[in-house]
């Protein structure tokens, strides 16, 4: 789908993946229900409970969590340096919090933040992933000796039981545009079956974020390329070349140059309040004033989270962003010319995935136009997005945008699966 995806062997996209396309395992539902098994020294011990009903384990989510069993997608994860130091940072950050206590990693892929957790003083973690790559979190924990630490559980968050309330739950849940694949949810729930009253979320909040762009490079390579190939008028192409560029939702890397102004906030979550069902849709009506004239050529989307400990979350002075245009205290900050800097009024980490910061693996989502608007200094672009999990496989993320600018107005569908 995207032009500079890895794939992983079975059609599956780079990171977090979920095409519907054949699962490996044959359609098989061997961990449909809820069955959970706990990985030890001792070998496979099953459990299960006949308590509330969780959601049903469908072929999509089966294929999901095959995807997630092979090692390419880790290694690009763990590689993303960005990514994973700000993670052990924020768990080191949170030490105090965390020594002695009983984590739970939600997804925890091959352990990573189990063992950063383990080995930030944690009494007991539960690292739960619905993935095969579990068997060798198991391996690795044993390897390092932290078994009597870190208990590894294969199943779903879900499905799994486990005896007790936890202090802490970490997880790295975000996929492209934030919430593709939608993996917040099952944070969600982990949540509400087991953190105690006071223990913290890690990461605690999330930020997605718009912003208008011109990208004229990109359109001339894939588009005013046909109009001269070798001398030769090949424009009959257009039509095609535009609906296979942009007809998706393209994951790629921008600068900050290709932003016309300040971004905007499409949806704020606070991972300690947030529902399932307010993520099922969401909209947001955005208004821009472009900062220079140039050719727009759609919308760039991006997201960073934050990790604050339960100080900041208990103190009512922490700036909360709503949704709507950002604000000098708690998000962008003009700053000299294109660049702009995300300034915080407190000391919390922030993963940012923002075209100005350091590149990571989530790189940033573009919304093309298929023909580009011109855009005078200080016109206005304005409509709404809507980001609603698809009714065909909830994992995708149906996206609805609407645009105006200079009196004529604009709908664009597409769908990231
Ligand atoms: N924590 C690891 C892996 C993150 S990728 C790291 O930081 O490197 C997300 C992982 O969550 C995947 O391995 C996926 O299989 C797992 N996952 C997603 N939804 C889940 C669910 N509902 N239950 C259990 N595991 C889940």
């Not at 208008?212 to 009959?236: A, C, K, L, Q």
């Amino acid at each position: 789908m995207y032009s500079n995806s890895s794939s992983y062997g079975n059609g599956y996209l780079q990171r977090h993946p979920v095409s519907t396309s054949a699962s490996r395992r044959g359609g098989g539902g061997s961990r449909r229900g809820r069955r959970s098994s706990r990985i030890g020294g001792d070998g496979l011990e099953s459990r299960v409970s006949e308590q509330s009903k969780p959601p049903r384990c469908t072929e999509f989510d089966m294929a999901y969590f095959q995807s997630y069993s092979h090692v390419g997608i880790h290694e690009e994860m763990i590689k993303d340096r960005v990514r994973t130091e700000t993670y052990r940072a924020a768990i080191m950050q949170n030490q105090h919090f965390i020594a002695g206590k009983v984590v739970v990693d939600v997804g925890c892929g091959t352990g990573i933040l189990s063992i950063f957790c383990a080995l930030a003083g944690a009494k007991r973690v539960y690292a739960i992933d619905a993935s095969e790559i579990a068997v060798q979190a198991n391996e690795v924990v044993k390897a390092n000796n932290l078994s009597d630490k870190v208990i590894v559980l294969l199943g779903r968050v879900e499905d799994v039981e486990i005896e007790e309330e936890v202090d802490v739950i970490i997880s790295e849940w975000m996929g492209y545009m934030l919430l593709y694949e939608s993996m917040l949810g099952s944070v969600i729930t982990a949540r509400d079956r087991w953190l105690k009253p006071g223990g913290i979320i890690l990461p605690s909040h999330a930020t997605l974020y718009m912003a208008p762009v011109t990208h004229p490079d990109r359109y001339g390579e894939s588009i005013d390329f046909w109009r001269n190939v070798y001398g030769i008028d090949m424009s009959p192409m257009l039509p095609l070349a535009k609906q296979c560029a942009f007809e998706e939702p393209s994951v790629e890397a921008i600068t900050g140059e290709n932003i016309l102004t300040w971004p905007y906030v499409v949806k704020y979550v606070d991972c300690y309040t947030v529902t399932i069902q307010e993520l099922e849709s969401i909209t947001a009506r955005y208004r821009f004033t472009s900062m220079m004239r140039a050719p727009l050529h759609g919308f760039a989307f991006w997201f960073d989270v934050e990790f604050s400990g339960p100080a900041i979350f208990q103190n009512n002075g922490y700036a909360l962003s709503p949704p709507g245009s950002v604000t000098s205290s708690d998000t962008y900050s003009p700053g000299s010319g294109q660049k702009k800097k995300r300034v915080k009024s407190n000391e919390a980490l922030i993963l940012s995935t923002a075209p100005e910061d350091p590149p990571t693996h989530w790189q940033q989502t573009l919304l093309y136009f298929y023909d580009p608007i011109e855009v005078q200094q200080d016109q206005i672009i304005e409509g709404s997005i809507t980001l609603t999990q698809s009714k065909e496989n909830p994992r995708f993320l149906n996206i609805h945008l609407e645009y105006s600018s200079g009196g004529r107005s604009f709908v664009k569908e597409s769908v990231m699966r």
